[in-house]
């Protein structure tokens, strides 16, 4: 019995190993394509080739293992435009809607403002300009600060104005008690 089972047990060590190795020998053959690259997203070539183009061209591509997404814009500069047709319109002998075109641009309304010579205003120029200005600040560019400051402080000047020359003293807080 002892010869049995020391024989069991060295057939046990002979097999053993080899069962264990036996996994790592599996083989699986599979078909490798390697002339087939896979797909790439490009980025679109937005081509402005004329300088006298106000637009800029932005494009962009993003590709991931299966999934890829690809897209291009042209975008348009409204200061340029505005240059370029003031530019035209003085070249044309038309100065004053030249400047008139220039100062639909806040900072150009302001530059002006500041260095005392108002922009045009529906065909009036110099101080007509500068009081039609005042007198219509709806009209002003939106991010314009000048006019509107003076605008303003005019109408707290009136409003002071109006309460102490429309109150009775008695009623209004100043005056004799």
Known sequence: MKIKTLLFIMSLMILIPSIS??????TVSSTVVTDKAPPTAS???????????CRS?????GQTGF???????????????????ARGLYGMGMK?????????DHRVFDAMMMAGTPCPYKGK???????????NPKDI????????????????ENLNNYST???????CGGGDR
């Open 125 to 135: 120029i110099g101080q007509d300009a500068q009081k039609a200005w005042e007198e």
């Open 21 to 26: 190795f036996a996994v790592d020998s599996n």
């Open 96 to 104: 004053v809607a030249a400047v008139s075109m220039l100062c639909q």
């Open 67 to 85: 999934l890829g997404f690809a897209t291009g814009i042209a975008v348009e500069d409204k200061n340029c435009e505005r240059i370029k047709l």
């Open 165 to 171: 020359n429309n109150c009775p003293n008695s009623r």
């Open 141 to 156: 560019p939106s991010k314009a600060r000048t006019v509107i400051v003076k605008v303003i402080n005019k109408e707290e």
């Open 57 to 61: 061209a932005f494009s962009a591509a």
């Open 43 to 53: 980025a679109p070539s937005i081509v402005i080739n004329n300088s006298d183009v």
